[in-house]
C-alpha cells in the first residue's frame, strides 16, 4: 500500500509548532534553529495548500484547518512513539515528569508518594512540587496535578479524588497537553491512581 505523505519534517515541526504557538520555542525542543522550523512549516503549508498558522508580531495562532490537522497528527506521533517504545527496549525507561502543586503535595497523599516507587511498572515518575501551568504548556512538564479545575482552553482534564493519609478526599485535576493524553505513561498514571482507589473522570 503507497502512502500519500507531506514532508514528515514539516509535519513534526507543525505539531511541535502547534503545542508552542511558537517557532523559537519549537525550535527549543528539535534543537534546530526559528528559521528552520518556520521553512519547514512553509514547505507543509505549500505542500497542502492551505495555511496552518496566523503568523502575528507576538507568536502564532492555529488557522481553523490547523486546529482540524493538529489532533490526528499528534495521535498519529503518539502512536508512532507508543510502537516504538514497545518494540525498542533501549529507548525504554523516559520518565513522566509529573508537577503537582504545592498545596496538594502538602497533604501527604499516599497515592502520590507512592508513585516515585521503582516498581510502578510500566509508570516511572519524576516529581516536581509545582502549580506553574507554563511549564506544563512549554513542555518542561508532562502532567501536572492541581486543585480542581474545570476546564482550561488547551489543555486535557481529568477529576481525581486523592485521599490523604487520614482518609480525607482530596479533589484535584490531572492537566495534560491534548496530545498527551493518549501517551502510554499517561493511562499508567490514570490506572495507577485507579488501583489505588482514587476515582478518575474524563
Given at each position: 500500500m503507497?502512502?500519500?505523505?507531506?514532508?514528515?519534517?514539516?509535519?513534526?515541526?507543525?505539531?511541535?509548532?502547534a503545542?508552542?504557538?511558537?517557532?523559537?520555542r519549537?525550535?527549543?525542543?528539535?534543537?534546530?534553529?526559528?528559521?528552520?522550523?518556520?521553512?519547514?512549516?512553509k514547505?507543509?503549508?505549500?505542500?497542502?495548500?492551505?495555511?496552518?498558522?496566523?503568523r502575528?508580531?507576538?507568536?502564532?495562532?492555529?488557522?481553523?484547518?490547523?486546529?482540524?490537522?493538529?489532533?490526528?497528527i499528534?495521535?498519529?506521533f503518539h502512536?508512532?512513539?507508543?510502537?516504538?517504545?514497545?518494540t525498542a527496549?533501549?529507548?525504554?525507561?523516559?520518565?513522566?515528569?509529573?508537577?503537582?502543586?504545592?498545596v496538594?503535595?502538602s497533604?501527604?497523599?499516599?497515592?502520590?508518594?507512592?508513585?516515585t516507587r521503582?516498581d510502578?511498572r510500566?509508570?516511572?515518575?519524576?516529581l516536581?512540587a509545582?502549580?506553574?501551568?507554563?511549564e506544563?504548556?512549554d513542555?518542561?512538564?508532562d502532567?501536572?496535578?492541581?486543585p480542581?479545575?474545570?476546564?482550561?482552553?488547551?489543555?486535557?482534564?481529568?477529576?481525581?479524588?486523592?485521599?490523604?493519609?487520614k482518609?480525607?478526599?482530596?479533589?484535584?485535576?490531572?492537566?495534560?497537553l491534548?496530545?498527551?493524553?493518549g501517551?502510554l505513561?499517561?493511562r499508567?498514571l490514570?490506572k495507577?491512581?485507579?488501583?489505588?482507589?482514587?476515582?478518575?473522570?474524563?
Open positions: 503507497s502512502y500519500r505523505l507531506p514532508p514528515l519534517n514539516g509535519l513534526r515541526a507543525f505539531e511541535t509548532s503545542r508552542h504557538l511558537s517557532f523559537k519549537a525550535a527549543d525542543e528539535l534543537c534546530v534553529t526559528p528559521g528552520a522550523v518556520s521553512q519547514q512549516v514547505a507543509l503549508e505549500t505542500a497542502l495548500g492551505i495555511a496552518l498558522f496566523r502575528l508580531p507576538r507568536g502564532l495562532l492555529l488557522t481553523a484547518a490547523g486546529e482540524e490537522y493538529l489532533p490526528s499528534s495521535r498519529a502512536e508512532i512513539s507508543n510502537a516504538t517504545h514497545r527496549p533501549a529507548l525504554r525507561g523516559r520518565r513522566l515528569r509529573l508537577g503537582v502543586a504545592p496538594i503535595l497533604r501527604k497523599c499516599p497515592a502520590i508518594q507512592g508513585l521503582q510502578q510500566p509508570l516511572r515518575v519524576n516536581s509545582t502549580g506553574d501551568l507554563g506544563l504548556i513542555g518542561r512538564l502532567a501536572m496535578l492541581r480542581p479545575t474545570r476546564s482550561h482552553p488547551g489543555l486535557h482534564l481529568e477529576q481525581v479524588e486523592l485521599r490523604s493519609p482518609g480525607a478526599t482530596v479533589p484535584a485535576t490531572l492537566l495534560t491534548p496530545g498527551l493524553a501517551c505513561e499517561h499508567a490514570v495507577v491512581l485507579q488501583e489505588q482507589n482514587l476515582s478518575a473522570e474524563t
